[in-house]
């Protein structure tokens, strides 16, 4: 297996952590990599612009994932609009634990 540190590309989060993730040796493709990237982040893979090798490397071919080495740290660039989408934060009545009710209470 191969491990890789991946996360989503975002400057504006304060905490935007890497995931390690594994790659079967056998199957080093950057189609593998796009799929098992974006299963383990959520992410839809018709979402991502791109795959960057940080700090400035854009991988772009199966040759590119190849070379990769163990603990590397990748980004998926998303596209614009998807990134309001994804890191929408929930209004005060979508989070979990708000008491609708417990709002509405008057002193």
């Known amino acids: ?12 989060l304060r905490e935007n952590d890497f995931i390690e993730i594994e790659l ?3 199957e080093l493709t950057y189609k593998e ?3 098992v990237s ?15 090798k940080l700090p400035n490397t854009m991988l772009r071919k199966d040759k590119d994932v190849a ?3 163990d ?10 609009s998807d990134k309001n989408l994804l890191f929408r934060v929930p209004t005060l009545s979508e ?3 708000y008491n609708k009710k417990a709002s509405e209470l008057t002193y």
């Open 24 to 26: 079967d040796r056998q």
């Open 67 to 69: 070379r990769l080495q």
């Open 71 to 80: 603990f590397q740290e990748l980004e998926l660039v998303l596209t614009v």
């Open 33 to 35: 990599l796009l799929r």
């Open 1 to 12: 297996e191969l491990v890789l540190k991946v996360r989503i590309q975002n400057p504006s």
């Open 38 to 52: 974006c299963c383990e982040l959520g992410v839809n893979p018709e979402h991502v612009e791109k795959i960057r």
């Open 95 to 97: 989070r979990s634990g």
